[in-house]
C-alpha cells in the first residue's frame, strides 16, 4: 500500500487523526475542569468543618470553666477560615441546645444545631 498517490491516501488518515486528538484532548479539558472544581468545593468543606471543630473546642473548655456565663452568652471565635459564632438555650435540666453561625471567608453563613450533655454545676 502505497502512502504517496495521486488520490490522497494520506489526508483522510491525517485528518481522522487530528480528529481523534482533538476529541482526547477536549475530553482531557472538561475532565480536569470538573477535578479543579471539585477540589475547590473539598477544600472549602474541609475549612468549614476546621472552623466548626476549633471554635467547637474552645467554646466546650469555655462552658467546662463557666457553664453560665457560656450557656447564655454568644460565644465568638475568629480564625483565619472565618468567623463562628455560637447562642444557646436550655433543653432541659441536664442538655443545651446551640446554634452555631458559621461564616467561613469563601463561602456563604450555615447555621447548625447541636445538643450538648452538660452537668449543672
Known amino acids: 500500500m502505497k502512502l504517496f498517490n495521486d488520490k490522497g491516501m494520506i489526508f483522510p ?12 484532548l477536549s475530553s482531557s479539558l472538561v475532565q480536569y475542569k470538573n477535578q479543579i472544581i471539585g477540589t475547590k468545593v473539598y477544600e472549602s ?22 457553664y ?16 463562628a459564632i455560637v447562642s444557646c438555650i436550655e433543653e432541659q435540666e441536664d442538655s ?3 446554634e452555631w453561625r458559621l461564616t ?12 450538648y450533655q452538660v452537668k449543672n454545676q
Open 13 to 24: 488518515w491525517a485528518a481522522g487523526l487530528a480528529a481523534l486528538l482533538f476529541i482526547l
Open 45 to 66: 468543606h474541609i475549612r468549614e468543618q476546621h472552623l466548626l471543630s476549633v471554635a467547637e473546642t474552645q467554646f466546650v473548655q469555655e462552658l467546662s470553666k463557666n
Open 68 to 83: 453560665a456565663e457560656a450557656a447564655y452568652t454568644p460565644f465568638h471565635v475568629s480564625t483565619p477560615d472565618g468567623k
Open 96 to 98: 443545651i441546645e446551640c
Open 104 to 115: 467561613p471567608i469563601d463561602r456563604d453563613p450555615k447555621i447548625i444545631k447541636m445538643y
